[in-house]
């Protein structure tokens, strides 16, 4: 295929930021080499520091694959997600900056989908799509349909759309014009950093997004494939994910009003969790609301150890 020569600015920049997933990693640039107007993008692929052999399967891959796609490789020594997408982002040259999480597989038309459609809707400012999961072992019977978005599970329907209230892209699959960050880069307080289960970087920057009357798009077919390894489909992964949810809420609140705020809705949280338990009788909703107290106690946690530090000066 023809390639972006020096000078030219691809259409799109694709960041996939990675770590520790030397394996996985490789499955999802190869994926890349089958999309449609490749040749109008540019891949970059952020390594966090990983201590496996991410480097070296890089490095063969570009040597074997990297006269069919534009793709750099940037070594990001400060851990966290955030820290490591916020690279991509600068180092990128186009208007367009796609996210593919380093275990995901993009249909043959993500690249299209989301250069069309940033091109026919100006009024977009950032989409994302599908995300269907690949599980490792047997999805377990009590993964009810309100666990799917902690494991990044997304249908929303075969219309477009905007995001419904409440809801965003995820991190696994999307997509914004790169003047969306003139806003505010990704926070590098909140989101991933090595094995924490942190989150609430893209909650945030999403709510930047909307909060200056942007418009976000749910398209359909901007669809990955994305796996989920088997030794997360546990009871205990999940309810620590829920834990570090209620972590990363309270980290998002600053002030007095906020976490005035955040306590009244936590109460109401809790009352609701109380009753709920009482009507439970299925295995996956009596985890819901184990886990919905578990994000309770992750975000009094929180509150208290920043009281705590505040009043130790």
């Given amino acids: ?61 570009m040597d074997t694959e990297g006269t069919d796609m534009d793709i750099r490789y940037i070594l990001e020594p400060v851990q966290g997600l955030s820290a490591a997408r916020n690279t991509g982002i600068l180092a990128s040259k186009s208007p367009l900056i796609a996210f593919l999480d380093d275990d995901a597989i993009p249909c043959r038309d993500w690249i299209t989908t989301i250069v069309n459609t940033f091109d026919q809707k100006p009024e977009v400012m950032a989409m994302g799509g599908k995300i269907a999961p690949i599980f490792e072992s047997k999805r377990p019977d009590w993964l009810i349909k309100p666990f799917e978005l902690p494991y990044t599970i997304v249908d929303l329907g075969n219309r477009i759309k905007e995001y419904p209230k409440r809801l965003h892209p995820c991190g696994a699959n999307m997509a914004m014009r790169k003047v969306a960050f003139d806003i505010s880069l990704f926070p590098l307080e909140l989101g991933r950093k090595g094995d924490s289960l942190l989150s609430g970087e893209e909650t945030w920057l999403f709510n930047q997004i909307e909060s200056q009357g942007h418009s976000i798009l749910y398209h359909p077919q901007m669809a990955v494939d994305h796996f989920v390894p088997a030794n997360r489909l546990t009871e205990d992964w999940i309810m620590k994910r829920y834990y570090s949810q209620g972590i990363s809420n309270a980290m998002k609140s600053a002030g007095v009003k906020d976490n005035l705020l955040l306590l009244g809705k936590t109460a109401a949280k809790v009352i609701y969790v109380m009753a709920d338990s009482i009507l439970s009788r299925s295995q996956g909703r009596k985890l819901l609301n184990k886990c919905r107290l578990e994000s309770i106690r992750g975000t009094l946690h929180m509150i208290w150890n920043r009281k705590r530090e505040s009043a130790a000066g």
């Fill in 1 to 61: 295929m023809p390639m972006l020569v020096y000078g030219d600015v691809p259409k799109i920049s694709i960041i996939i930021c990675t770590y520790n997933r030397a394996a996985l990693l490789l499955k999802t640039l190869q994926s890349l080499l089958p999309l449609e107007n490749l040749d109008q993008a540019e891949v970059i692929l952020v390594d966090n520091s990983s201590k496996d052999d991410t480097a070296a399967v890089v490095k063969r891959f």
